[in-house]
Each structure stands twice: as structure tokens, then as C-alpha cells.
């Protein structure tokens, strides 16, 4: 157990929807960083908020926002969904914005597009 | 940007083979390097990192790698797999001093060992 939530474990749902995927991290940690893994792209960067605030941008696509609450527990909402977006979602966190901080993953969630 | 490959997809092994699993990166800087293990039905783990210092580093249960700077390389190794080694792999690269910190990963190496 890495210490890093998330919730739900397995989403389905239907093309054109909206859902929102949540991450706890680690207790003390002020990084979260969002992942996706998919089976033709891989594992693939994101986002990632530090103590509230974007710090970070990857291959996140304009219908996928995501935030960080001041308890830093993190959400990730996907829109207008389509079935390439099914895929596994993970969360990272780390204790802050030094380069040498392991970042600890979640146990995903696995998202199925209908 | 920078990327990272990972060049077999599936390696079969029995118990007690040595394992290498090879991973090259693209990026001219300095950079710090991981590899992670993702057993079934798991989160990802870290087994091992390198940040400067001795190339060859030793992570858990038995790991370890080498950085060779020259072949843009960080190789991971195992003199001796056990059937509880199975599981993907996963090299990742993350660019030393930037900003931000996000990983590049490897599209990740199946390992299958058999007993």
C-alpha cells in the first residue's frame, strides 16, 4: 500500500459523458501528478499540481481538466468522453517540488468508455 | 522532448535465469532515471533510481541497474529471477533541475517467469 487513494477503482460509462476521478495522496505530500496509462500510448504524463496550483502540463487533452482542494486531494474530469479515452488512470504524489522526491502511485482507476 | 524505450515487450524466463531488461532514453541533459515494477493487479512500485554518482545502483529484491551515459542507457538486471519476479517493467526519465518533475515512461516489459 503506497498510501495514495483512489477513488472510484472501476468507472464505466457511455460515450459524451463526463466523470471525475479522485485522488487522496499521501499524508504530508504536496504534489499530485496525473497519469494515463493506455494500451497504445503507454503510460503517459498529465498533469500535476503542487499545494494547489498547476505546476505542470502533459499530453492532457482540452476535454480533461483537472484541480487540486486545499486539502490537496486532487480530481480529474474528463469530458465529452470517447472510447479512446478508456484507460487506466493513475495518481502520484510526492512530498514537494525537489527533484530528488519518489513519487508514490496509486492503485489507478480503470476507466471503460462505452 | 525527451523519450524512452524499452526494447522488448515480452521476456519468458525460467526460475533462476538471469534477467536483462534494456532501456535507452533521448534527451542531450542531465537526467535522473527509475525503474518501477507493477505486479498483477498492483500499484507501481519503485525498485531502483539513479540520480548521480556510482552508475550501477542496487534497488530492492535483488535488483539492480547500470547508467551508461554514453549509450544513453540504464539497463536493469537480476542475476537470478524467482516465479514472484513477474510482473511489467517500466524505465522512466525525468529531466534533472527542471521545474517540474513528471516522469516519461517506457511502454513497459512484460516479464513471465516460469517456475
Known amino acids: 500500500d503506497s498510501g495514495v487513494t483512489q477513488t472510484p477503482k472501476h468507472l464505466i460509462t457511455a460515450t459524451g459523458q463526463r466523470v471525475t476521478l479522485r485522488c487522496s495522496p499521501r499524508s504530508g505530500d504536496l504534489s499530485v501528478y496525473w497519469y494515463q496509462q493506455s494500451l497504445d500510448q503507454g503510460l503517459q504524463f498529465l498533469i500535476q499540481y503542487y499545494n494547489g496550483e498547476e505546476r505542470a502540463k502533459g499530453n492532457i487533452l482540452e476535454r480533461f481538466s483537472a484541480q487540486q482542494f486545499p486539502d490537496l486531494h486532487s480530481e480529474l474530469n474528463l469530458s465529452s468522453l470517447e472510447l479512446g479515452d478508456s484507460a487506466l488512470y493513475f495518481c502520484?504524489?510526492?512530498?514537494?517540488?525537489?527533484?530528488?522526491?519518489?513519487?508514490?502511485f496509486g492503485p489507478g482507476t480503470r476507466l471503460t468508455v462505452l | 522532448a525527451q523519450s524512452v524505450s524499452q526494447h522488448n515487450h515480452h521476456v519468458i524466463l525460467s526460475e533462476a535465469a538471469s534477467l536483462e531488461l534494456g532501456c535507452n532514453y533521448s534527451?542531450?541533459?542531465?537526467?535522473?532515471l527509475f525503474w518501477y515494477v507493477q505486479y498483477p493487479g498492483q500499484h507501481l512500485q519503485l525498485l531502483l533510481k539513479?540520480?548521480?554518482?556510482?552508475?550501477l545502483v542496487k534497488g530492492i529484491k535483488g535488483f539492480e541497474a547500470e547508467f551508461i551515459k554514453s549509450k544513453f542507457s540504464f539497463n536493469l538486471r537480476k542475476p537470478s529471477v524467482q516465479w514472484s519476479d513477474t510482473a511489467e517493467y517500466f524505465c522512466a526519465v525525468k529531466i534533472s533541475g527542471a521545474g517540474s518533475y513528471q516522469l516519461t515512461f517506457g511502454k513497459g516489459t512484460k516479464l513471465s517467469v516460469i517456475p
Open positions: 539513479y540520480f548521480s554518482g556510482d552508475p
Open positions: 534527451y542531450g541533459g542531465t537526467v535522473n
Open positions: 502520484a504524489s510526492s512530498v514537494g517540488g525537489s527533484n530528488y522526491n519518489e513519487q508514490f
